[in-house]
């Protein structure tokens, strides 16, 4: 089945420590976005890729980076991870929308705590 | 700034009866909205989907209404079961921009 996979499903990273989440997907789509989502939040847009082209959102903070090395895997670093940092971060792929809207697929996020 | 807002943090409707979630969002340049569903410890997942030039959109037993001028729209469920045990999200996108916009979400409890 086509799909969108996030690992690890759990990450737990010690405060300054940086950390590589992962996300991969088989639907062959053109955008890939990551967002952060906290506890009984809306999830929060970080950064998106349309094609190898990075969007990075104004208020995402300079310590969220992101690799695209191909259109099937994208990575989100977060360099100096703090305490604020603990939350749920989505994966989601979208085909390129060439002006129509189409939905994204979610993967099933990776929960990173902070100690 | 908020331009999307669900302000039932919570819901519960009894099996049987009918769900309505309600979302209220701002920017009238949005022309396109998404209602997604999630379960714990998964992602979401699309429900359906309206354009802004339409007013209602069925799918089985899932409604979406919207009314532009009052920049509200509503996803009714009808018949409720447990397995609609969810949070579900409006997410409105602006034509072309790729982005879309979540509202905080509201908890669904369907109560046998």
């Known amino acids: 089945d086509a799909m969108v996979i996030q690992n690890p499903r759990y990450q737990v990273t010690q405060f300054g420590k940086p950390v590589t989440l992962s996300c991969s997907q088989t639907?062959?789509?053109?955008?890939m976005y990551w967002y952060q989502q906290k506890s009984s939040q809306a999830p929060k847009l970080l950064f998106h890729?349309?094609?190898?082209?990075?969007?990075n959102e104004a208020d995402t903070p300079d310590n969220f980076q992101s690799r695209r090395p191909n259109t099937s895997f994208c990575f989100l670093d977060i360099r100096s991870p703090g305490l604020g940092d603990a939350a749920m971060y989505l994966c989601?792929?979208?085909?390129?929308?060439?002006?129509?809207?189409?939905?994204?697929?979610f993967g099933p996020g990776t929960r990173l705590t902070v100690t | 700034d908020q331009q999307v807002k669900q302000n039932s943090p919570s819901l519960s409707v009894q099996e049987g009866r009918i769900s309505i979630l309600n979302c209220d969002y701002t920017?009238?340049?949005?022309?396109?909205f998404l209602w997604y569903k999630k379960y714990p410890a998964e992602g979401p997942t699309f429900l359906i989907s309206?354009?802004?030039?339409?007013d209602k959109n069925e799918d089985g037993r899932f409604t979406v209404f919207l009314n532009k001028s009052a920049k509200h729209l509503s996803l009714h469920i009808v018949p409720s079961q447990p397995g609609d045990s969810a949070v579900y999200f409006c997410?409105?996108?602006?034509?072309?921009?790729?982005?879309?916009?979540f509202g905080q979400g509201t908890r669904l409890t369907i109560n046998p």
């Open positions: 989601a792929t979208s085909p390129r929308t060439g002006g129509t809207s189409y939905e994204q697929y």
């Open positions: 639907l062959n789509h053109n955008v």
């Open positions: 890729y349309y094609d190898k082209d990075f969007n």
């Open positions: 920017n009238s340049m949005f022309d396109y």
């Open positions: 309206i354009s802004s030039i339409k």
């Open positions: 997410a409105p996108q602006i034509q072309g921009a790729q982005k879309l916009v």
